[in-house]
């Protein structure tokens, strides 16, 4: 079984990463952290550590300092689960699932439903033919079969998961295509100058981030950025749902403005604020984001030199690349619940400790950014980034797995406290945990406060 600097060391060097930069690492801690048949903290402490060491390549490259990184493993893990430990006025997060959120049994086993969004919601209570109360959709589900149901629920613009194991999924068309990528893609898709990296003391000082992201992974991304300097702007529209302890945890760091995509006016100040930008971070579905004119090819053209990092639930090859998807529903769909569930003796699935597949893929997303904002300075070019929940919980499950693992306990409030910090923000006192990266000569920090969505102008602060 590989040790998390190994793990590192891969990741790094199929990013393109010089093999000599590793020796600036310092990870540290003990796995056992929380209860699971997976390595779910050496999962966080490499994809976290990717993230910092990225960062400070970047300002060797600036400015020819050298610097060492540091991760400890505990701090990353509870970087990975923030959302459970912000607290905002001393209250703690209000339930996080809608009422009929969560595990049914079908005919043939178990399905998922992720309905915290109401437009999710609806389409299963269409399908179903029933009314948003739990009794209801589990009588209907118990004369359904989970896949034919899982497919009718996509269709009618769902989003649910039936439960398979490792060996079924492992067989679909989908998992076989997956299994041809590598864990991020990072490939060249248009001709540019290099651009000259600005003024600034931080690793990514100066940077401009269009952050186009919702829930976790593709925030925890921006927010990564905004943790070395970047100037993020996050770009929401008045009517899009939004999941409010998610936007708070997240938005540290950043802007935050309103853009309506659906009107030309709100495209053509998106196409503004794109033609100045140095990456452009979304989780949009390919039709979508190319239906209102922002494909990859068309943010090259707009602003060659560009890096376009994608997000996806299930990756960007095979059957299932357009389909919508969260970390529970992946988690279900790929054999982790059904793992996991066999693991603890459970009938039926259970989750991982953590939104493992969301964390891990959001600083997978700011790594890639940063690699390929390297090569662009060094060697000039657009870059299209692209990662998936479904290829992160692929990794995670080639780590290996932990005998006896659920004999950890988990991880308590007070062994995080050391770990939190309390910062004013647009919804109250934050106490929030800190970036779990810390570099020696530039410490990680977010100098703008978290505030409510829309808060500030759609354009960039100037650069000095």
Known sequence: MQSPKEILADIWTAADGDPAALDAVRLTGDEAQLPSSFRVAAAAQTSVAATGLAAAEIWKLRSGQAQEVAVEMRHAVAECRSERYLRVDDKPPPPAWDAIA??????????????????????????????????????????????EFETAAYAAGGVVAFMRSYDQW??????????????????????????????????????????????????????????????????????????????????????????????????????????????????????????????????????????????????????WAERRGFDSLVQTTTGFNHAEGQAAGVDGPKELPAQMLDHATGYFMAF???????????????????????????????????????????LKAEAVTPLMEEVASGFGRLRAVRHSALLSKTPAFWARPAMPLGSHPAQWPPRD
Not at 122 to 138: G, S
Not at 380 to 396: D, E, M, N, P
Request: proline share 7%; aromatic share 6%; charged share 20%.
């Open 102 to 147: 969560g595990v049914y049994k079908v005919r043939d086993g178990f399905v998922r439903l992720h309905t915290n969004f109401p437009h999710h919601r609806d389409a299963v209570c269409r399908v179903l033919n029933c009314k948003p109360e739990r009794d209801e959709v589990q009588a209907a589900l118990l004369h359904r079969d989970g896949e």
């Open 170 to 319: 492992s067989a679909t068309r989908h998992a076989k295509a997956l299994a041809q990528l590598p864990l991020l893609t990072i490939s060249k898709i248009g001709e540019a100058a290099p651009k000259p990296w600005p003024k600034g003391d931080r690793p990514l000082s100066g940077l401009r981030v269009l952050d186009l992201s919702r829930v976790i992974a593709g925030p925890v991304a921006g927010r990564t950025l905004a943790a070395h300097g970047a100037d993020v702007l996050l770009i929401s529209g008045p009517d899009l749902p939004a999941i409010p302890w998610l936007t708070i945890d997240t938005g540290r760091g950043k802007l935050t403005s309103f853009v309506e995509l659906r009107s030309e006016q709100g495209r053509a100040t998106l196409r503004d604020l794109l033609a100045s930008a140095d990456i452009f971070s979304q989780g949009y579905r390919p039709h979508a984001i190319a239906g209102l004119g922002f494909s990859p090819e068309e943010a090259a053209r707009i602003n060659p030199g560009i890096v376009y990092v994608t997000l996806s639930a299930y990756g960007h090859a095979g059957p």
């Open 368 to 410: 890639g950014a940063m690699m390929a904002k390297a090569r662009q300075a060094r060697e000039g070019g657009s870059w299209h980034v692209q990662v998936s929940l479904a290829q992160t919980g692929r990794w995670l499950w080639n780590l290996g797995r932990v005998e006896d693992g659920f004999a950890i306990p988990d």
